[in-house]
């Protein structure tokens, strides 16, 4: 186990909503990284927050926002939800600092969009 | 550029064999390249990784081929067991902390 953790697990919303995805990292890691695993595909980066600061976001549109906290938490929001949104959900944990850090991934939440 | 293909998409194996899954990139500047072990339900593990300043990592039953001039890279799986049936992903980054490009993953599945 990574020791990183997310909730919830499974989550039903429907189109048009909006959702909280929560994680809570490794007790000391400065970094979170945030990526959609869609069906049968490779995690797609979202965003990485370091020291609560966004710190590189990929190509997602601004209705996907995240927060970091100083508590070693953080939660990524995503409003008016499409069916597309449909995906495994993972952050991903490491100690801050480029070029020293391994990401260390959670369980995931499984986010459906009817 | 950015892109990290994978192959093949599936795999089946004997137990006790050799497995393979080759990755191919095109964006010179990516400098980390870790292959992730992912099971049902879970998220994925880093299973071993390596730096282009080699040509091949060992731990275990777990080797990476790296062939910089062909910008590619390889697992290869040693004594192949069923506990091994996952899904792998190679991936690449620059930085090793900075975002990681997924492959699009491959399914084995080791027979006894």
């Known amino acids: 186990e990574t020791g990183v953790t997310q909730s919830p697990t499974h989550l039903i919303k429907t189109r048009g909503q909006q959702v909280t995805l929560r994680c809570s990292s490794q007790?000391?890691?400065?970094?979170v990284s945030w990526y959609q695993q869609a069906l049968g595909q490779g995690p797609q980066f979202i965003f990485q927050?370091?020291?609560?600061?966004?710190?590189g976001r990929g190509n997602f549109p601004p209705r996907f926002s995240g927060l970091q906290f100083p508590n070693y938490s953080s939660e990524l929001n995503v409003n008016a939800l499409e069916l597309d949104d449909s995906a495994l959900y993972l952050c991903?944990?490491?100690?801050?600092?480029?070029?020293?850090?391994?990401?260390?991934f959670g369980p995931g939440t499984r986010l459906t969009v009817l | 550029q950015q892109q990290v293909k994978q192959s093949p998409q599936s795999l089946i194996v004997q137990k006790g064999g050799i497995s393979i899954i080759n990755c191919a990139y095109e964006?010179?500047?990516?400098?980390?390249f870790p292959w992730y072990q992912q099971f049902p339900g879970k998220g994925p593990a880093l299973l071993i990784a390596?730096?282009?300043?080699?040509s091949e990592k060992k731990e275990g039953r777990f080797t990476i081929s790296f062939n910089k001039s062909a910008k590619q890279f390889s697992l290869h799986i040693m004594d192949s067991q069923p506990g091994d049936s996952a899904t792998y992903f190679c991936?690449?980054?620059?930085?090793?902390?900075?975002?990681?490009?997924f492959g699009q993953g491959t399914e084995l599945s080791v027979k006894p």
């Open positions: 991903a944990s490491s100690l801050g600092g480029f070029g020293t850090d391994t990401q260390y």
């Open positions: 991936a690449a980054t620059v930085n090793q902390g900075g975002k990681l490009i």
């Open positions: 007790s000391g890691h400065n970094t």
């Open positions: 964006n010179t500047a990516f400098d980390y």
């Open positions: 927050y370091y020291r609560e600061e966004e710190n």
């Open positions: 390596i730096r282009p300043d080699v």
